[in-house]
């Protein structure tokens, strides 16, 4: 479920409208290449705790898009047993990933906003790669809030850990990592080496 009067959600479609055409997958997702990509995705890995062969592991991929970092994952950890659900706000990048993965079992595409989903199962990890640096704020006031509440949503579902990436430009990393610290103080962890202008950040709720 989608609830289309938030402004934030109005943004983001309207943003991402304009590349529903482009060729190129990672290019429909606002991705500049392949490779940038990429480099998030390895961010997340080399945090993560990997399970060993045949360990059950859940994963909330939280604007999903057409489910990228599900078909990284799989290649990385082959040999565990994934459950993954992705959520998007856009109808169109929920049909791409149940076109691309969802005869795959135990893989679920749902259209949803994370302030509205109601999960029917823990997740290890509830992660967010680049989903909010488009739309998220008001591009004429600095206004974090619906960027923060998805966040805290994202820690509070989390049974291990939160994960999520950013733009400096957009969040710069003093705020956010400030925010996080009052608002849950739990153990945190953040990679800054992967990308100039990008940051990921660990919330640890407890370690695998």
């Not at 939280?62 to 078909?71: I, K, L, P, T």
């Not at 805290?152 to 710069?172: G, K, Q, T, W």
């Amino acid at each position: 479920m989608v609830t289309t009067d938030r402004p934030e959600i109005a943004r983001v479609k309207e943003i991402y409208q304009e590349w529903n055409n482009v060729p190129k997958a990672w290019a429909r997702q606002g991705w500049t290449s392949e490779e940038v990509q990429r480099k998030r995705f390895v961010a997340f890995w080399r945090l993560m705790t990997s399970p060993g062969p045949g360990s059950l592991i859940t994963i909330l991929d939280v604007g999903c898009g057409d489910g990228a970092f599900f078909n990284y994952f799989g290649d990385v950890w082959q040999n565990s047993n994934f459950r993954y659900t992705g959520l998007d706000v856009r109808p169109e990048a929920i049909q791409a990933g149940k076109e691309a993965f969802g005869r795959i079992q135990n893989v679920k595409f749902i259209e949803a906003d994370i302030l509205d989903y109601t999960p029917d199962r823990d997740y290890h990890f509830v992660i967010a790669s680049g989903t909010f640096n488009r739309g998220y704020i008001d591009n004429n006031r600095w206004e974090p809030g619906p960027f923060y509440q998805r966040i805290d949503r994202m820690v509070e579902l989390a049974a291990n850990a939160c994960i999520f990436n950013i733009l400096h430009s957009v969040f710069p990393m003093p705020e956010v990592y400030k925010h996080l610290r009052v608002k849950h103080r739990l153990p945190m962890r953040v990679d800054l080496s992967y990308l100039d202008d990008d940051y990921t950040v660990y919330v640890a709720k407890k370690f695998m």
